[in-house]
């Protein structure tokens, strides 16, 4: 079996962020193909199950953790070479040790590299070299910038400048590259970007499978890391200007945002209709008890799993023009569209009054998902693309 050198910038368990998911599976399904070794850089230490929970899939599994002082030190070297302050917050030389030692000891055929902030560590190699850009950053970073308050516009600025040229740089340095979205693609910075091979992301069918037995509550759910930019600003946006205008109609629903780390401007909207729930063991409890899916995005890039995962649990979803140019399902047959509060205010309210109707636009959504969405289909591109530069 070949061996497939494997570098992350976090340790893919907890499955509470989109790259750590996309990361779980499709080690998980590479390993059917490819002996893993794995380097994962870790921020503090790594979650005690971890190890035991990627074992399986790997030969050779490493974790180095990055401490406050390595990762203010790395973000300062940045400053000096010109990185994004993102890539040095993930750079450690001992994980370049590890990944050199690999190399030397195992003579691993390829390496595949996951995001930007990884990018130090793949100069100077003697092997084939993938990346999974998965989203185009700099055009997150844009977003961000046009979007924040005047004071942090010139640090986002500076961050999106660098962003764009080291995005293009590393295209240069690797054999392939892929993203999760023909959007992203549109937006990389980069003239020879149609080279860029897509992957999307995926859902376990088996593990997000609605339990019919449980009673559904008046309850709009909002899902995701809730200190994550793009997701902070959505949970504000449905807290603060689209649910008050549905509650006009229908007082008793109630506003869950259900997700980790919470940030501090949403713990501060806590009361009797919204509830911050923090850290969630299994978020299938809230999908199953939710009437309605909302994804309000308004800045980010990339595929939104929430999506996938709620479309998959056979809930209605309401999202923005933004995230569903990735997802790419049609309004009102498989999702609605919310251009603006009072729009995104009258579909969640429809979801609620007519059951009716929330039920076909649910099964029309998890109809359209499971066509076009599974990580075994996904993964087996990148499995495809893998065993055709070994060959």
């Known amino acids: 079996m070949q061996k497939l050198l494997v570098v992350l910038p976090r340790v893919p368990w907890p499955l509470e962020k989109g790259d750590k998911l996309r990361a779980y599976h499709q080690l998980r399904y590479l390993s059917q193909h490819f002996q893993i070794f794995l380097v994962a850089l870790s921020e503090g230490q790594p979650h005690p199950e971890a190890f035991l929970r990627l074992k399986p899939f790997c030969r050779v599994l490493h974790f180095v953790s990055l401490s406050w002082p390595r990762r203010i030190l790395g973000m300062l070297r940045a400053i000096g070479y010109g990185w994004p302050l993102q890539v040095g917050y993930f750079f450690h030389p001992k994980a370049r040790k590890k990944i050199h030692t690999i190399i030397h000891q195992h003579q691993p055929h390829l390496a595949y590299f996951q995001l930007t902030r990884t990018g130090p560590y793949i ?47 590393l295209l240069d340095q690797c054999s392939e590259a892929f993203l999760i979205s023909l959007p992203d693609r549109q937006l990389f910075p980069h003239p020879q970007h149609d080279r860029i091979h897509i992957v999307p992301n995926g859902v376990d069918f088996y593990y997000f499978s609605p339990d019919t037995s449980v009673p559904k509550k008046d309850w709009v759910l909002f899902t995701g890391n809730m200190s994550y930019p793009p997701n902070v600003d959505a949970a504000r946006y449905l807290a603060q200007e689209i649910m008050p205008k549905v509650w006009n109609q229908h007082p008793s629903a109630q506003l869950i945002l259900a997700g980790a780390t919470p940030h501090p401007s949403l713990k501060a909207l806590q009361n009797q209709r919204i509830i911050v729930t923090g850290w969630v ?111």
């Open 123 to 169: 100069k100077n190699l003697s092997l084939p070299v993938y990346i999974d850009f998965q989203d185009t950053f700099s055009a997150g970073m844009k977003r961000r910038r046009d979007k924040a308050i005047w004071w942090l516009k010139p640090f986002f600025h500076f961050e999106y400048i660098r962003m764009k040229r080291y995005e293009a740089a």
């Open 281 to 391: 063991n299994d978020m299938r409890e809230y999908y199953n008890q939710a009437s309605v899916f909302v994804a309000p995005m308004r800045m980010g890039t990339g595929l939104q799993n929430k999506l996938l995962e709620a479309l998959a649990m056979h809930l209605p979803c309401v999202t923005s023009p933004l995230a569903n140019h990735s997802l790419g399902a049609r309004d009102k047959h498989e999702i609605l569209i919310g251009a603006h509060a009072s729009e995104f205010a009258e579909h969640i309210s429809r979801l609620l009054s007519d059951k009716n109707y929330a039920y076909t636009l649910a099964h029309n959504g998890w109809s359209f998902v499971k066509t076009h969405y599974s990580w075994e289909t996904a993964t087996q591109h990148l499995v495809d693309t893998i065993k055709q530069t070994l060959d």
